[in-house]
């Protein structure tokens, strides 16, 4: 699979976990971040480090990188949330937001631990941008002392889980250090039948607990969720994600083509924008979630249908014009020395 579906694809389960009782929403998240650890690793080597003061233009670049979208989506969830109700009163009446809530709703930050934050898929975004502000100390830890890096994000994420669960960044380090791990240790990358065994293994665990009477509970929560399923889902996805991680990393050896891309752009304006539908319709119309399994699936298809729409207009009209920009001011940050050194050679000839 080239790399580009991937992202899609985990998107997709995203959608389908909060659409349906299909219990597969943190596992994608975890291989997002395994994904941006080998991503960032590379792009700091290759383009960041040679450019003026790098860490701030790759902190410019990253903030430059989620914000258009993020600011969209989350701009769009406060007229449905705060806007809205006061032309047309819900017959689900919102929760009043945290003040958190509110600034994490323009700034990102603390968006992970905000209570009543309306576009909750972004706690994930928190979790990302936090990982941006660390990465390029942790790359240069990983350069010069690999061993002492790993040991002390996996204290330091260890530590963070018993005091914090996964209220915290620091919780989620392994996963962003097992793709800088593969980046820094190309070795590493899994070759294609252990990329294959890992993703078919991935499956049949999913199948397994589908099929199964007893496993099921662990695997479908819905609207009631059961104590089995409070307390084992959240291993499973992590155990599902630790079992897909060579066939998430095996993707990076794929060339990637012109539609690929497209896709692996529209997987993150997917990732945000499908919550909009979701939370105008749990709002406004309550009763769809009464309805019988068919026909809930028939009156969901709409909200589906326009988000996949909505993440591809995104992606072309707003995403990819601001990422050119982007991509244009990173490289007016590059210091080189040959232009210099151009510039003073013509000047002697010219005299």
């Not at 909200?303 to 993440?311: G, I, P």
Request: proline share 8%; hydrophobic share 55%.
């Amino acid at each position: 699979m080239a790399p580009g579906a991937l992202r899609f694809l985990l998107a997709t389960l995203v959608v389908v976990f909060h659409y349906t009782s299909f219990g597969i929403g943190h596992m994608p998240v975890y291989l997002f971040f395994a994904l941006s650890g080998y991503w960032v690793f590379t792009m700091w080597q290759k383009k960041y480090a040679a450019t003026r003061e790098p860490y701030a233009t790759f902190m410019i670049s990253r903030t430059w990188r989620l914000a258009p979208v993020f600011l969209l989506c989350s701009l769009s969830a406060m007229a449905i949330s705060f806007a809205l109700p006061l032309v047309i009163a819900p017959a689900l009446p919102f929760a009043p937001p945290d003040p958190l809530a509110l600034i994490s709703s323009f700034v990102l930050l603390g968006y992970n631990t905000a209570a009543g934050a309306p576009l909750v898929p972004a706690w994930s975004l928190d979790i990302e941008f936090q990982f941006y502000l660390v990465a390029p100390f942790v790359i240069a830890l990983l350069q010069r002392r690999a061993l002492l890096a790993v040991l002390l994000c996996a204290g330091v994420s260890v530590a963070s889980f018993a005091v914090f669960y996964d209220r915290a960044s620091t919780s989620y380090l392994p996963w962003f250090l097992a793709g800088m791990l593969a980046a820094r240790y190309p070795a590493l990358l899994p070759r294609p039948r252990v990329a294959q065994a890992s993703g078919l293994l991935t499956l049949g665990v999913v199948v397994l607990f589908a099929c199964v009477p007893a496993l099921r509970p662990a695997l479908f929560g819905g609207a009631h969720r059961g104590e089995i399923y409070m307390t084992w889902n959240p291993l499973l996805n992590a155990a599902l994600a630790a079992v897909a991680l060579p066939f998430a990393l095996g993707t990076l050896s794929v060339r990637s083509g012109k539609f690929d891309r497209l896709l692996s752009d529209a997987s993150y304006s997917l990732y945000l924008v499908h919550w909009l539908p979701l939370l105008y319709v749990s709002h406004y119309l309550p009763q769809i979630a009464a309805l019988p399994h068919f026909s809930r699936a028939l009156a969901t298809m709409p909200q589906v249908l326009l988000s996949y729409a909505a993440a591809f207009a995104i992606t072309v009209y707003v995403d990819r014009p601001c990422s050119r920009v982007r991509e244009r001011f990173v490289k007016t940050r590059h210091a080189t020395h040959e232009q210099p050194a151009a510039a003073t050679l013509a000047t002697r000839s010219v005299r």
